[in-house]
Structure formats: C-alpha cells, structure tokens
C-alpha cells in the first residue's frame, strides 16, 4: 500500500498541501489541529487516519477526495461547509465523541455511496437559517437519519435528494425545521416532534410518504403543503388550521385522506 506520513511536529496542513495527492493511505501526526481549505480535496487516497487534538478542518478540504470511510476525533469543534463535498466513494462517516455543534452547507453534498452516518452526541444544527443548506443533500444511498437529543435546527435541504432515505429520527429538542430538508426521501411516516412551529415545504417529492404527524405547537404552514403527496392518506395537525382547510389541502383532500384536527 502506498501510504504517506505527515512528518511528527506538523501542527497544520496548508492551503491545498496535499492537492491531488496519489496514495492510498494517509496518516495524520497526533500535533495536527487544522486542516485548510482544499488540503486535501482530489486526493486518491482511499483512507486517512485523522489524530485526536484536531479542532477544526476547513471547507472543501477533502473535497472530490477518494475517501471511503472517516473517522472523525472527538477533539473536533469544526466542520467546514463542502469539506466532503462529491466524495462519490465514501461510504460511512463516523463521528467521536460530541463531534462539531454544526455541519454547514454542502458538507457531504453528493456523496452518492454514502451509506451510514453516526452523528456525535454534541450535535445542534444542519447548517443555518442564514445558508443554502444541503449538508447531505444528493446522498443517494443513505438509508437512516437519527439525529441526537439536543439537536435543534435540521436546516433547508438536509436530506434533499436522499432518495433511499426511509427513516428520519428528529428528537424530542428540535426546534425548526428548512425548506425542502426531507425533499425527496423514501420517508413513509414522520411525526414532528412538539416545539416545532413552522412547517414550510419540507417534504415535496416524497412520494412514499403515507402519514404526517404535526404537533400543537405548529403555527404556519406553506400554502398547499399537503399536496403534491402521491401517496399520503393520513394527516393529524393542529385544530388553528382546521378554518382555512382549503389553504394546505388539495381540493379533493377529504375524499383520498383521514385529516385529524387536533
């Protein structure tokens, strides 16, 4: 195996040091702390093995990589936005520890292997309200979403396009959901956790989706936003929307679904 060693003493990997690099495998001295933008972005490397004491790695840098499988330390506070973005053979990511409170926009844009996925304990937030989101968006493998307790915004186009996407865990501190984030999933059930109280067009495409669930706390939703649901038969929602039924409900909604005002 052609492997490279950063040499002992390295405290941070440059600004696209190791652009492209051709080995199959990388090691990390434990002096490591940050890793630049594009340090590592079009690397061939199938592995790397990153140290504990690593605080923060910076967008793109392992951008359009080879990379199958990344561990990440613990010690790691932040995550920058596309750091893994089109790495099309990785295939699970695992984070240690709390992990990073953040994963920003695009961090695993169109990692289309991407299959697993174990999210750190410290976990807040997909990206921001003030983003373009997407942190997995395009993950086309990716089976199973369980978000930790504590986490509270799952921002805009999240899991859009996760086509394989059968099951999202949302935890009971969720406090605000993006537009689009479950765009296009193979969701059939999903029950939005109470504190919850926007609900705008977070789940066009699923066309697998049987079963909404929104709790009381839910005070706007977008216009129409049980339509366009092939296959959505059950809806239980707040009584507040009950009067203007025909906003959020397609025409012939009481004839093809239960609706349950509550």
């Known amino acids: 195996m052609r492997e490279l060693r950063v040499p002992e003493g390295t405290e941070k990997i440059g600004d696209c040091e190791y652009f492209g690099a051709d080995f199959e495998r990388i090691v990390l001295p434990a002096s490591v702390k940050f890793i630049d933008m594009s340090a590592f972005s079009n690397a061939k490397?199938?592995?790397?093995?990153?140290?504990?004491?690593?605080?923060?790695?910076?967008?793109?840098?392992?951008?359009?990589?080879?990379?199958?499988?990344?561990?990440?330390?613990?010690?790691?506070?932040?995550?920058?936005?596309?750091?893994?973005?089109?790495?099309?053979?990785?295939?699970?990511?695992?984070?240690?520890?709390?992990?990073?409170?953040?994963?920003?926009?695009?961090?695993?844009w169109n990692c289309i292997s991407l299959e697993e996925v174990r999210f750190?304990?410290?976990?807040?937030?997909?990206?921001?309200?003030?983003?373009?989101?997407?942190?997995?968006?395009?993950?086309?493998?990716?089976?199973?979403?369980?978000?930790?307790?504590?986490?509270?915004?799952?921002?805009?186009?999240?899991?859009?396009?996760?086509?394989?996407?059968?099951?999202?865990?949302?935890?009971?501190?969720?406090?605000?959901?993006?537009e689009e984030a479950l765009a296009g999933t193979a969701i059939e059930e999903l029950e939005v956790p109470e504190g919850v109280k926007e609900f705008y067009n977070a789940v066009p495409l699923c066309n697998r989706l049987r079963r909404i669930v929104l709790p009381s706390t839910v005070t706007s939703l977008s216009l129409k936003a049980f339509g366009g649901l092939p296959a959505l038969g059950e809806v239980v929602l707040p009584r507040r929307f009950e009067a203007d039924f025909g906003l959020y409900f397609p025409e012939n909604a009481r004839e093809t679904m239960k609706i349950v005002f509550i």
Do not use: H, W
């Open 45 to 108: 490397c199938r592995e790397i093995v990153l140290p504990e004491g690593l605080g923060e790695i910076a967008d793109y840098a392992f951008a359009e990589s080879a990379l199958e499988r990344v561990i990440l330390p613990a010690s790691l506070k932040k995550l920058g936005s596309m750091a893994f973005r089109n790495c099309k053979s990785l295939k699970s990511v695992f984070f240690s520890g709390d992990g990073p409170a953040v994963i920003e926009s695009a961090t695993f």
């Open 120 to 178: 750190g304990a410290g976990l807040k937030a997909t990206g921001s309200e003030f983003d373009d989101g997407g942190a997995f968006q395009g993950c086309a493998a990716l089976k199973e979403a369980v978000l930790p307790e504590g986490f509270v915004f799952l921002g805009a186009g999240t899991f859009a396009g996760c086509s394989s996407l059968a099951r999202a865990v949302l935890p009971a501190t969720l406090a605000a959901i993006g």
